[in-house]
């Protein structure tokens, strides 16, 4: 490939990044915005790619630039001849591109472009790909021309560190305490008679509106059951009276049988509530949609646990579009404040002010429900690798984790023992998160008595070792089953812990 390309179709040679340039502006640059699109849609509307990827816990620091950009870079220059394209200009360039891309005709047009290639790769039925990508495209927009598009970024990536600095995903540290580490207490079995509290684990209860008895649970939807999914073949049943084994989430009445069936199992002392609430039609949900589940359904278990406190975590689910969730830095009518003012008002009851201004802010909390025992809800959104706000700034978003080591500090310091809640378990996190997360349950492995996390609907644990040898386990985080069928899964009863003496 010439450094300078040259297309034998021109009959006036011409630069290699002039050419480059038209591609850009033309018709291939809403195609890769499109695309860009097309795949935001892939990773969030069918669950199961999420919900069953690979599940890996780092206990080694990631690796800061990605080899494989280096390639990709390299390949660039070389199909769009950009190797004599000045800083300047490239800046000049991509502020321009960014300038154009948020005019509202130029989103509608990515739009387009991306419910096209969503039809044409079969992404979901052309409805649903006409639906999603409306409710999507406005933040994408937003997203890009803050991050993978921003001058400095993008300059930084074609033109090396000398014209801007490419940090997407980019690794990052927390900072630890200079306190030295206690050493290490081997759990022991409580003692014979140690006080015992019986704790409710509710977790992915995926509440559907549109539920309806009879219609067809193999429709082309991502999610069916509901009113939309037609009737299914003469052949076939259709979906059940309670909820049915498919690509379905739940009635009302099923949660309700759920909620007042726990007495045989209580009575409990509290409930951690680890989020997802809406149901699975992310295509289409609007803000009053999401709104009304989280009041619904926390109305619902209020009814049913009476004055039994209740501590929440912030599920993937309970934004839309689905999965995002802007740091707090971003504000206005882009930012999460109407969620996190709604959970304040309805979770209100349940949490002191303390807990209410953080959730306000950064939708994660801590507070103390008894002598000797705090209790930390992250907001794991902020670990995501769908939360594509993440694009513009992935370093500890709301400076969460640090914000997590001054608590496990104070506690070791008073001798309180830490529970942490949240939704989407350590392991599936962006891996610097992921990195530095296990960095403080290793460092706090005295302090830190449990985990308990949700989002991938199964019943399972996540085993955290020493960073020495990665041999001797330190720590364990519950991962919770779903209460909703979705996808073609059965529930157990809610399941419980009994936590003896672990809480000093
Ligand atoms: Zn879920
Ligand atoms: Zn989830």
């Known amino acids: 490939m010439p450094r300078h390309g040259v297309s034998p179709r021109h009959s006036h040679p011409r630069s290699g990044w002039e050419q480059g340039l038209d591609s850009f502006l033309g018709p291939p640059r809403l195609l890769w915005m499109g695309l860009g699109l097309a795949l935001v849609l892939a990773l969030a509307l069918p669950d199961s790619l999420?919900?069953?990827?690979?599940?890996?816990?780092?206990?080694?620091?990631a690796r800061g630039h990605p080899a494989r950009f280096n390639a990709i870079v390299t390949q660039l220059r070389n199909?769009?001849?950009?190797?004599?394209?000045?800083?300047?200009?490239?800046?000049g360039l991509f502020t321009a591109i960014n300038f154009g891309l948020k005019k509202e005709p130029n989103v509608a047009r990515v739009g387009s472009v991306a419910i096209?290639?969503?039809?044409?790769?079969?992404?979901?039925?052309?409805?649903?790909?006409?639906?999603?990508?409306?409710?999507?495209?406005d933040d994408m927009v937003e997203v890009w021309t803050r991050s993978v598009l921003s001058p400095s970024e993008a300059c930084g990536l074609l033109l090396g560190s000398t014209c801007g600095h490419w940090d997407i995903f980019s690794s990052w540290n927390i900072s630890l305490p200079a306190t030295p580490k206690p050493?290490?207490?081997?759990?022991?079995?409580?003692?014979?008679?140690?006080?015992?509290?019986?704790?409710?684990?509710?977790?992915?209860?995926?509440?559907d509106h549109d539920y309806l008895e009879g219609t067809d649970?193999?429709?082309?939807?991502?999610?069916c059951?509901?009113?939309?999914?037609?009737?299914?073949?003469?052949?076939?049943?259709g979906a059940g009276y309670w909820g049915e084994y498919s690509k379905c989430d739940l009635p009302l009445r099923t949660l309700e049988s759920l909620l007042s069936g726990l007495g045989p199992a209580g009575p409990f002392d509290m409930v951690y509530w680890t989020g997802d609430i809406p149901a699975h039609d992310v295509w289409q949900q609007s803000r009053q949609d999401q709104l009304r589940a989280l009041t619904t359904i926390t109305a619902l278990v209020r009814k049913f646990l009476g004055p039994v406190p209740v501590y929440p975590a912030v599920g993937n689910h309970e934004s839309t579009p689905v999965n995002g969730f802007p740091p707090p830095f971003i504000e206005g009518n882009h930012s999460s404040r109407w969620l996190y003012e709604a959970m304040a008002k309805a979770w209100e009851p349940w949490l002191p002010a303390e807990a209410l201004r953080t959730l306000r802010i950064g939708g994660f909390y801590a507070l103390s429900p008894r002598p000797g025992l705090r209790l930390i809800s992250l907001n794991m959104n902020f670990c995501s690798r769908e939360n594509f706000w993440l694009l513009i700034n992935s370093t500890d978003p709301a400076g969460q984790l640090q914000w997590l080591v001054g608590e496990l500090q104070a506690a070791e310091d008073r001798g309180d023992k830490v529970h942490i809640i949240g939704h989407i378990p350590p392991g599936h996190c962006l891996k610097s998160w992921s990195w530095n997360y296990y960095?403080?349950?290793?460092?706090?492995?005295?302090t830190l008595a449990g985990q308990f996390f949700g989002h991938t609907h199964v019943d399972e644990f996540e085993v955290f070792y020493d960073e020495e040898t990665l041999s001797r386990p330190l720590a364990v985080a519950f991962l919770a089953p779903s209460a909703t069928t979705y996808i073609s899964l059965n529930p157990v009863s809610p399941p419980s812990l009994q936590v003896t003496a672990s809480t000093k």
């Open 79 to 91: 199909a769009f001849g950009w190797w004599n394209l000045t800083c300047p200009l490239c800046k």
């Open 183 to 207: 050493l290490p207490k081997p759990p022991s079995p409580p003692a014979p008679g140690a006080p015992i509290s019986r704790i409710l684990f509710l977790t992915d209860l995926h509440w």
């Open 116 to 137: 096209k290639l969503c039809k044409l790769l079969k992404i979901a039925p052309p409805t649903v790909c006409q639906s999603a990508v409306q409710l999507f495209e």
């Open 439 to 446: 960095r403080i349950v290793a460092r706090y492995e005295n």
């Open 217 to 223: 649970p193999n429709c082309a939807d991502p999610l």
């Open 50 to 61: 999420v919900l069953w990827a690979p599940a890996a816990a780092h206990p080694l620091p």
């Open 225 to 237: 059951c509901r009113r939309g999914s037609g009737l299914p073949p003469t052949s076939q049943p």
